[in-house]
């Protein structure tokens, strides 16, 4: 069964803070850690960390529909979040002033993990991610059909260092 909250039922600025390390679902499922190694990489979009800012969107019985501030929406535990109204919008993410060099060397020889964002384990597009926000300072969507909107086209012999190719 697909869940889905339609954009016109979204809560309207509803923030809060993750309680723990979480996986980001495509879909609401309390089964999620009793799934098998492969079950669970499919459902998982990508990861959200501890303290994390997040927007909460909508909620289907104990999960709730959120969005990151690199604009990924899924699903979490509604336990797992902490709502405050002090909160009124994201945070702005450190700039970590990372060389490449020094980026690709902390990450080579990292385990793949379809939906991973952390040195236990990262996916291709959570890569390009971090690397644009932690050597470039610019934050690109999780998922790498959206980063491919976000570029233009050029032709093969005009690409420079740091382009994405799709």
């Known amino acids: 069964m697909t869940v889905f909250i339609d954009k016109k039922d979204w809560f309207d600025k509803k923030y809060g803070r993750l309680l723990s390390h979480e996986h980001l679902l495509n879909q609401p499922n309390p089964d999620f850690h009793q ?3 492969r079950e669970r990489e499919l459902m998982r979009q990508t990861e ?3 303290n994390e800012v997040i927007q909460v969107l909508g909620t289907h019985q104990t999960f709730s529909l959120i969005r990151k501030y690199d604009a990924t929406i899924g699903w979490l535990p509604t336990l797992s979040i902490q709502i405050s109204d002090d909160i ?8 970590l002033n990372t060389k490449p060099e020094l980026f690709l060397k902390f990450w080579h ?3 793949y993990i379809l939906g991973g964002l952390t040195e236990d ?3 291709c597009s959570g890569f390009t991610q971090r690397y644009f926000q932690e050597v470039h300072y610019r934050i690109l969507p999780k998922n790498s059909w959206d980063q491919r909107k976000l570029g233009q086209s050029a032709d093969f012999k005009d690409l420079k260092n740091h382009d994405l190719v799709f």
């Open 109 to 111: 020889g990292k385990n």
């Open 48 to 50: 959200c960390f501890i």
């Open 35 to 37: 799934s098998t190694f």
């Open 88 to 95: 009124q919008s994201f945070e702005a993410h450190p700039i």
């Open 121 to 123: 384990g990262i996916d």
